[in-house]
């Protein structure tokens, strides 16, 4: 099952400093910085919510991959 992390803006809008904090979250997680970052905006364009699968088919794989070579 993946494991996502997902951080919502404490106000209307996230700021700076709480977009900092996911992304350190996410890294001390286990994410290797490869990960797709799906986000919602308002109108604006502005982040409401940021979140990261950290268990994506494309990693599962070439973790597979990788043991194989080294097996």
Do not use: W
Not at 6 to 12: G, I, S
Not at 59 to 70: T, V
């Amino acid at each position: 099952m993946p494991k996502a992390i997902k951080h919502t803006a404490a106000d209307k809008t996230m700021t700076l400093s709480e977009l900092a904090a996911f992304v350190q979250d996410a890294l001390r997680s286990d994410a290797d910085g490869t990960e797709r970052v799906k986000a919602n905006i308002t109108f604006g364009g502005r982040l409401k919510d940021v979140t990261v699968d950290l268990t994506t088919p494309q990693r599962a794989q070439g973790d597979a991959e990788s043991a194989a070579l080294e097996g």
